[in-house]
């Protein structure tokens, strides 16, 4: 079979294919312009990643000292209640902030525990901060 030319197509053709007003057509061209696929971010109960200024962490550091030396915490970690306290206490110093006990103020908690590890890892190899006395 030798290649036939592609059918003539009238210009009436041409402009019913691809008329902007066509729904298939505004599909076609946001599926090849990428409009169509949803983002990370649409997801429904996607979180976004929130970051801690050094005056939150501070203020955080502050107030898990604050509820410790009042009896807050125990053998096995700290008493319920506890994120309540945490938040009423990030609140009262930043009174318009979204910070929240679950999940932001144990994601810290997590994370801090995650580092401290890590350096206390390194720190108990010998030759590691044997200078820093």
Do not use: C
């Not at 691809?18 to 996607?46: A, C, T, V, Y």
């Amino acid at each position: 079979m030798a290649n036939s030319p592609a059918p003539a197509l009238s210009m009436e053709t041409v402009r019913t294919q691809f008329s902007l007003e066509d729904p298939r057509s505004q599909q076609m061209i946001n599926d090849h312009l990428g409009l169509n696929r949803k983002r990370k971010g649409d997801r429904k109960g996607d979180r976004t990643r929130r970051s801690w200024t050094d005056r939150e962490e501070e203020t955080l550091v502050i107030a898990l000292k604050d509820i410790v030396a009042r009896g807050w915490k125990s053998d096995n970690g700290f008493r319920g209640g506890y994120l309540t306290k945490l938040e009423d206490a990030m609140r009262s110093r930043f009174p318009k902030t979204d910070i929240k006990g679950s999940p932001h103020i144990t994601s810290k908690l997590t994370a801090w525990k995650r580092w401290y590890g890590s350096l206390a890892l390194i720190l108990n190899r010998s030759g590691v901060g044997d200078y820093l006395y």
